[in-house]
């Protein structure tokens, strides 16, 4: 599965990372992505630096405007994180951790394009992700 810094930068075409993420985007959208992945995608789109209009962000979703697409986070991994959050000092990224434990859960891998969520999938959640950028 990919998490939302793979899914801007391959629906992105100007996006600098647009190359590497969008074969991993145009395979998700045969197979499924974490709703929260879709959600904070679409308030990625819709604002700076993006600022896509309500329509756009419709229409470049509509893969996964199936709920065989879409896998929900269990609410097990909420009660983890409500549990833990504290002791792990989670702030903004309680989000990628969701997403890290919602793939946890469902035994499918993370491919991202984020260094803390590598690091946070692997270390919290038990996770071997990918991460698409050189690792220098």
């Known amino acids: 599965m990919i998490d939302t810094s793979v899914m801007v930068a391959g629906l992105v075409t100007n996006h600098e990372f647009h190359a590497l993420a969008r074969p991993h985007v145009s395979a998700a959208a045969r197979s499924q992505v974490p709703a929260i992945v879709l959600a904070e995608t679409w308030a990625a789109l819709r604002r700076a630096p ?5 329509r756009t962000v419709e229409t470049t979703l509509a893969p996964w405007c199936d709920s065989r697409r879409i896998v929900a ?6 009660v983890e994180i409500l ?6 000092n989670l702030g903004g990224n309680v989000h990628d951790l969701l997403i890290a434990l919602t793939c946890r859960d469902h035994a499918l891998p993370l491919v991202t394009l984020d260094r803390r969520q590598s690091t946070l999938a692997a270390q919290l959640a038990g996770l071997d992700a990918t991460l698409l950028l050189p690792t220098g």
């Open 83 to 88: 549990r833990t959050g504290r002791s792990l």
């Open 50 to 54: 993006w600022n896509l209009d309500a």
């Open 73 to 78: 986070t269990p609410a097990s991994a909420y």
